[in-house]
Nanobody, 126 residues
Framework: VQLQASGGGLVQAGGSLKLSCAAS????????IGWFRQAPGKEREFVAA??????????RYADSVKGRFTISRDNAKNAVYLQMNSLRPEDTAVYYC??????????????????WGQGTQVTVSS
């Protein structure tokens, strides 16, 4: 499965962006999908994940984005979205989508993901 993230850009603090992650090659219905981000000089960090439909389509979020970001998926379109509201300068990073079949409990760990998109830059100005 190949992933491509899009939707990044420059936005002022307090603004919103919606990222998209499109999958091609095969259906990703059997995968959990995660969003991660990496700021310059920092390690890649977990942002959000959504489980595959067979396990209920549940979601989880990093504490830093809880209440501001919403992850969703459209299995018919082979797409996952990340709605980001109330953006802050510290949200500035390259955002990546990725997929995994690991146990849901481990979906906040980047090392557990097997396929990654190329990333999309999000810049939040103060």
């Amino acid at each position: 499965v190949q992933l491509q993230a899009s939707g990044g850009g420059l936005v002022q603090a307090g603004g919103s962006l919606k990222l998209s992650c499109a999958a091609s090659g095969q259906s990703f219905r059997n995968f959990h999908i995660g969003w991660f981000r990496q700021a310059p000089g920092k390690e890649r960090e977990f942002v959000a994940a959504i489980s595959r439909p067979a396990t209920g389509g549940g979601t989880r979020y990093a504490d830093s984005v809880k209440g501001r970001f919403t992850i969703s998926r459209d299995n018919a379109k082979n797409a996952v979205y990340l709605q980001m509201n109330s953006l802050r300068p510290e949200d500035t990073a390259v955002y990546y989508c990725a997929l995994t079949q690991i146990l849901w409990a481990y979906t906040n760990s980047a090392q557990r993901y097997t396929s990654w998109g190329q990333g999309t830059q999000v810049t939040v100005s103060s």
